[in-house]
């Protein structure tokens, strides 16, 4: 008998319907009195079937099963383990079908309501994503696109290396699509190290530290356009010489007049003559500027100080504090210096800006040929360089 049969005979000495027929007969009679198949005693159950097989035999089974019925149905479970008894066609056909189970109807399958897609975008680079608790990866070209969010509040975290992260709370509506735009921003770390690392390119682009030498002594020729103490436009000659100990002399002349300014640490010294008569200090403003925004001196002062990036990789600024004000300088694709932004800060703030352009050759490195000062705005003095020479260098505009 195999492991099926056993554990079904289990099932029935634990509770299947009593053996009263063949009990009651196996009882009443000798070994040598065999039950009267004819006698009538009701519809037989499973149990009172296999015990007939197995003490009667399947004939008298058989006989037994046609006049007097059956209980139960022939389910398939049933009727294998009849066959292992022995049972034949003929005594299953005696035995009603089961009756066809009803189909259970499919069970409802609540569709889960979706929200989005979600456009998340970052500024100025590639960031990191994350929706909830759920990490959905890294932008592609400063964008990607979410799908198949739940309807709610979501919380948006965007990450990038070197930027603070951001974080925003988004209303996501069921079918709607919707947006979440990030600008990231350094942190005070990448900050300075970036800015440091521009400022040393614009040195190298300037011609690096053989250019920042010998350019601390130099003499230069050109012209000058100023506005003088009205307003109006001047302009003329000019020859400047700058030396080591940081003093600049500046000499212009027009066609009826000249002045010349020594600026240092010190007050300066200054002289006009002709038609530019009282204009020493308008000349001495001119020889400061020339000297202060000299763009070798201006690189100086960025790697002397604590250059912070303010702009962005692909528009570099970066700005230092310098006394009471704050400067900018803006490189260009080559890392040359192009504009300078000076903001004093303080009861009556001003901005001054200066534009280097025109650079031209010098061994290893540029040199900017025209120096533009405005202040608000308004163009107080052009220097417009044609030749700068040292011992050893000569820069031409040509």
């Given at each position: 008998m195999n492991r099926r049969i056993q554990s079904f005979f289990l099932v029935i000495l634990l509770g299947l319907a009593p053996v009263g027929l063949l009990d009651a007969q196996?009882?009443?009679?000798?070994?040598s009195t065999q039950p009267s198949t004819s006698q009538q005693v009701g519809p037989l159950g499973i149990s009172q079937v296999i015990e007939s097989l197995y003490s009667l035999g399947v004939t008298k089974t058989e006989d037994l099963v046609s006049k007097n019925k059956v209980q139960f149905e022939a389910t398939p479970e049933i009727v294998e383990i009849l066959k292992d008894l022995g049972a034949t066609d003929r005594l299953l056909s005696f035995i009603p079908r089961a009756k066809p189970q009803p189909v259970a109807p499919p069970p409802v399958v609540d569709v889960p309501k979706v929200a989005g897609p979600l456009k998340v975008l970052c500024e100025p680079i590639d960031c990191f994503i994350v929706i909830g608790e759920r990490y959905y990866g890294l932008t592609e070209a400063r964008s990607k696109i979410v799908p198949e969010l739940t309807p709610g509040s979501a919380t948006v975290q965007v990450f990038s290396n070197g930027y603070d992260p951001q974080t925003q709370k988004i209303l996501l509506q069921e079918g709607q699509n919707a947006e979440a735009r990030f600008r990231l921003t350094l942190t005070s770390e990448s900050k300075l190290e970036k800015g440091q690392h521009f400022a040393l390119d614009a040195m190298r682009a300037l011609g690096g530290i053989q250019a920042l030498t010998v350019l601390q002594e130099f003499r230069g020729d050109g012209t000058l356009e100023w506005k003088d103490e009205k307003g109006t436009l001047q302009q003329g000659s000019m020859n400047f010489t700058k030396n080591r100990d940081?003093?600049?002399?500046?000499?212009?002349?027009?066609?009826?007049?000249?002045?010349?300014?020594?600026?240092?640490?010190?007050?300066?010294?200054?002289?006009?003559?002709?038609?530019?008569?009282?204009?020493?200090?308008?000349?001495?403003?001119?020889?400061?500027?020339?000297?202060?925004?000299?763009?070798?001196?201006?690189?100086?002062?960025?790697?002397?100080?604590?250059?912070?990036?303010?702009?962005?990789?692909?528009?570099?600024?970066?700005?230092?504090?310098?006394?009471?004000?704050?400067?900018?300088?803006?490189?260009?694709?080559?890392?040359?210096?192009?504009?300078?932004?000076?903001?004093?800060?303080?009861?009556?703030?001003?901005?001054?800006?200066?534009?280097?352009?025109?650079?031209?050759?010098?061994?290893?490195?540029?040199?900017?040929?025209?120096?533009?000062?405005?202040?608000?705005?308004?163009?107080i003095y052009t220097f417009t360089i044609n030749g700068v020479s040292t011992r050893s260098v000569t820069v031409n505009s040509r």
């Amino acid at each position: 008998m195999n492991r099926r049969i056993q554990s079904f005979f289990l099932v029935i000495l634990l509770g299947l319907a009593p053996v009263g027929l063949l009990d009651a007969q196996s009882r009443g009679q000798t070994r040598s009195t065999q039950p009267s198949t004819s006698q009538q005693v009701g519809p037989l159950g499973i149990s009172q079937v296999i015990e007939s097989l197995y003490s009667l035999g399947v004939t008298k089974t058989e006989d037994l099963v046609s006049k007097n019925k059956v209980q139960f149905e022939a389910t398939p479970e049933i009727v294998e383990i009849l066959k292992d008894l022995g049972a034949t066609d003929r005594l299953l056909s005696f035995i009603p079908r089961a009756k066809p189970q009803p189909v259970a109807p499919p069970p409802v399958v609540d569709v889960p309501k979706v929200a989005g897609p979600l456009k998340v975008l970052c500024e100025p680079i590639d960031c990191f994503i994350v929706i909830g608790e759920r990490y959905y990866g890294l932008t592609e070209a400063r964008s990607k696109i979410v799908p198949e969010l739940t309807p709610g509040s979501a919380t948006v975290q965007v990450f990038s290396n070197g930027y603070d992260p951001q974080t925003q709370k988004i209303l996501l509506q069921e079918g709607q699509n919707a947006e979440a735009r990030f600008r990231l921003t350094l942190t005070s770390e990448s900050k300075l190290e970036k800015g440091q690392h521009f400022a040393l390119d614009a040195m190298r682009a300037l011609g690096g530290i053989q250019a920042l030498t010998v350019l601390q002594e130099f003499r230069g020729d050109g012209t000058l356009e100023w506005k003088d103490e009205k307003g109006t436009l001047q302009q003329g000659s000019m020859n400047f010489t700058k030396n080591r100990d940081q003093e600049m002399q500046l000499e212009i002349k027009t066609k009826d007049g000249s002045c010349s300014s020594l600026v240092s640490g010190k007050p300066s010294k200054d002289s006009c003559r002709g038609s530019l008569k009282n204009s020493e200090k308008v000349v001495s403003a001119a020889a400061s500027s020339l000297l202060l925004y000299e763009v070798q001196n201006v690189i100086s002062s960025f790697l002397s100080g604590t250059p912070l990036l303010v702009g962005t990789d692909t528009a570099p600024r970066i700005e230092i504090q310098r006394g009471d004000a704050s400067w900018v300088l803006t490189l260009d694709s080559d890392k040359l210096p192009v504009e300078l932004a000076q903001t004093r800060r303080g009861p009556t703030p001003s901005v001054i800006n200066v534009r280097y352009s025109d650079y031209g050759n010098v061994t290893a490195g540029k040199y900017p040929t025209h120096l533009q000062v405005s202040v608000d705005g308004s163009a107080i003095y052009t220097f417009t360089i044609n030749g700068v020479s040292t011992r050893s260098v000569t820069v031409n505009s040509r």
